[in-house]
């Protein structure tokens, strides 16, 4: 336990350095600019806020069902790196058995045959298990719209490939991203790196037009039962 403990400060640490390398010399390829960013924010608050209190009675429906089906907790909580290259806890509703990572870290798209049951997927699936990170939107570790935040464990691997990730610390990490619409759960490392080209690309190109653009495709995605 202390050793694991040790590791992860010692990483988080290493993305800091990182975060603070990339930031001194690739800011400029952030083409929003701070006015928008303080727009973004306060639209991220205020919408988090509202979807709090509307999901409410979806989310006491989906944590009965969850309860009742006794295969582990109602939420799951697991450490991501964030803006800045800082740790934060992300929240979810639990869909999957809490036996599937006892061999070590899992790609989410990976665990589909592991003791899931049928809600469990189907929340998965349509990725209504990602709600309860409007509170971490709603508290400021993440943004409606961004790539999406990954286990430092993974962040190692691509990194290994190419230090592009990098980029990414300058971007809160988002509840949906373009990413998320045309690339889905990734498992393998091919697919990480073609979800950082469109995270980058994101970053490069985007605005808040943008933003409304990928959140409106998001609840299309929803509301339509699209699998993405």
Request: include cysteine; charge should be neutral.
């Amino acid at each position: 336990m202390l050793g694991e403990s040790f590791t992860n400060h010692i990483s988080s640490l290493l993305a800091r350095i990182y975060s603070e390398q990339a930031a001194s010399l690739t800011y400029s390829h952030d083409a929003m600019g701070s006015v928008q960013r303080g727009v973004k924010r306060v639209t991220d608050f205020v919408c988090a806020l509202l979807g709090l209190v509307l999901l409410l009675p979806a989310f006491l429906v989906f944590a009965i069902i969850l309860k009742f089906q006794r295969n582990g907790p109602v939420m799951f909580s697991q450490e991501r790196i964030g803006y800045g290259g800082k740790p934060f806890t992300i929240y979810k509703f639990r869909t999957m058995s809490t036996v599937v990572e006892d061999e070590g870290p899992q790609l989410v798209a990976q665990s589909d045959s592991v003791k899931s049951t049928p809600f469990e997927r189907f929340l998965r699936e349509h990725h209504l298990d990602e709600l309860p990170q409007l509170w971490n939107v709603l508290i400021g570790d993440m943004s409606l719209v961004g790539p999406r935040p990954e286990r430092q464990y993974f962040i190692n691997q691509i990194l290994e490939h190419t230090h592009d990730y990098l980029l990414i610390y300058q971007m809160r990490p988002g509840l949906t991203s373009e990413a998320t619409l045309y690339n889905g759960y990734t498992d393998t490392i091919e697919k990480m790196l073609k979800r950082l080209d469109m995270d980058i690309r994101y970053l490069e190109n985007r605005s808040l037009g943008l933003d409304v653009k990928i959140i409106l495709g998001t609840l299309y995605n929803i509301v339509s039962g699209k699998k993405f």
